[in-house]
């Protein structure tokens, strides 16, 4: 979900070290120039890092193998961990503040290799080939990174931005920025669709809205916007289709209009649409022209439907609810186990039919913030297994095979974090290559594995890339 970032100042777009910072410039940076380089940062990864309190919990299955902690400039107050991508042997971590690049060829000692400061809301990341794309989900005095916090309401001679910032990451140690795309009411998730035409990538942008008197949310918004990335010349990138995937509208029992989350599976030529008060199936046979299969909705029970993941042979779908939008304690003995909960769907003669609920089951604190959240299959043949993120709740990780009856086979948890309640906690936690890694929105990238007989044969699957949102077969 999204949360107000207020006093927030404009951040440069600058690699730095751990042990070093630039001063800002004199003038505002321009929409092409390049980053800054630094060497790579000394900062080394802790084990078995843990809260304030020393409290670490998991399931004899699962061991914290490595922390990295955020870094300056990316480790202020409302400098937020986000979400997570891989390519090769690098993780890319984004952050309200801009995002780090990791390298993980040894994934129990994890090191920096740069930091972009670049800040924004959401900063969720993608990767494909040599650019990254960021989501920006506020507006913006303008595009860059030296931009300062804007205003929807903006007078006649200013105009915020908000959308789509790209990167040229061809040099991990030294991103560059590209270019933007401006979309209505930002991208607070976005969603890569390779085209049938290798040089072209599609990007499925999810934003709610609208907003009143607003100049870049404005109504109506039952809508997604895709955005036509020329690979090879991405400064070219635009918004060549806003379909509306609710001809008959999402209805006044809606949290808001607009999609929380799309998650495309493009082998299948299907996807999944988590939109805040509708879970929607879509045929992506046609790129630009995405074709409702389904609308189903579950008005007892998930108050935001908020992200979609589908089984390897996409059979199935698990949609989950993020009630209270991540900030409340939602894991309660007073919240039922169907709320703030995944619900399993089968996909039957093409329609999707309800089976079981899974919630993580360990009951949290007043003071802990705690709600399904982002997670990824764990890549194990005919099983259906999945890691999820829950913030304070931690990860979980859990088993589907059986869509009536879900259970928790392992998990990771730190204890509440000291002082009043307050958003903490793993807001991503994927699987790659061999472990799991959990994006903590204050106490930076966990490394964990799970040793279980039931997910081993997941170590011997290794991926080139992995952005969960855009699901590949194993």
């Not at 800002?24 to 390049?34: D, K």
């Not at 270019?179 to 035409?197: E, F, R």
């Not at 010349?233 to 808001?256: E, L, R």
């Not at 959240?373 to 095979?401: C, E, R």
Request: one cysteine or more; proline letters at 8%.
């Amino acid at each position: 979900m999204k949360f107000s970032k207020l006093g927030a100042a404009g951040a440069l777009l600058v690699v730095l070290s751990a042990c070093s910072s630039a001063p800002p410039p004199s003038q505002p940076q321009q929409a092409a120039s390049s980053a800054v380089a630094a060497p790579p940062s000394p900062a080394a990864p802790s084990t078995g890092a843990a809260d304030s309190d020393g409290e670490v919990m998991t399931s004899d299955n699962v061991r914290l193998v490595a922390n990295m902690p955020r870094e300056a400039p990316l480790d202020g107050g409302m400098n937020w961990n986000s979400d997570l991508a891989f390519q090769g042997d690098y993780a890319y971590v984004g952050n309200f503040g801009g995002f780090t690049v990791y390298d993980i060829s040894d994934p129990t000692k994890p090191k920096t290799v740069s930091k972009v400061a670049c800040e924004s809301q959401q900063n969720d990341v993608s990767v494909h080939g040599n650019l990254l794309f960021l989501s920006v989900d506020e507006p913006r005095s303008d595009e860059t990174c030296a931009s300062k916090p804007g205003s929807r309401g903006a007078t006649e001679s200013s105009t915020p931005w908000e959308g789509i910032r790209i990167f040229d990451i061809t040099d991990k140690a030294a991103p560059k920025y590209v270019s933007s795309v401006a979309t209505d009411c930002g991208s607070h998730t976005h969603t890569m669709v390779p085209g049938k035409d290798p040089d072209t990538l599609y990007i499925y942008v999810s934003s709610p809205g609208p907003e009143p008197d607003s100049k870049t949310c404005p109504a109506p918004h039952e809508l997604i916007q895709i955005v036509e990335v020329p690979v090879k010349d991405p400064k070219q990138a635009k918004i060549v289709a806003s379909p509306d995937i609710f001809p008959d509208g999402q209805g006044a029992d809606s949290f808001m209009a607009g999609c929380h989350d799309i998650t495309a599976y493009p082998e299948k030529n299907l996807a999944a649409a988590a939109c805040f008060g509708d879970g929607v199936l879509l045929d992506i046979t046609d790129r630009v022209k995405p074709k409702v299969l389904q609308q189903v909705k579950d008005k007892e029970n998930f108050q935001i439907w908020h992200s979609a993941t589908f089984n390897n042979d996409a059979t199935k779908v698990v949609f989950g609810d993020e009630l209270g939008g991540g900030g409340m304690p939602t894991c309660d003995a007073k919240t039922p186990v169907t709320k703030g909960a995944n619900a399993v769907y089968d996909i039957v003669d093409g329609k999707l039919e309800r089976r079981g609920y899974f919630k993580m089951p360990r009951e949290q604190t007043a003071k802990e913030n705690c709600v399904a959240h982002n997670g990824s299959l764990i890549p194990v043949k005919g099983k259906d297994i999945m890691v999820q993120a829950w913030y304070q709740g931690g990860v979980s990780i859990w088993d589907f095979t059986d869509s009536n009856a879900p259970r928790e086979i392992g998990y990771f948890e730190r204890g509440p974090e000291r002082g009043e309640p307050m958003i903490a906690g793993s807001w991503s936690a994927y699987y790659y290559n061999g472990y799991i890694y959990s994006s903590d929105i204050l106490r930076g990238l966990d490394v964990i594995e799970i040793n279980d007989p039931l997910t081993d044969p997941a170590k011997s699957v290794k991926m080139t890339d992995f952005n969960v949102q855009t699901q590949k077969s194993f």
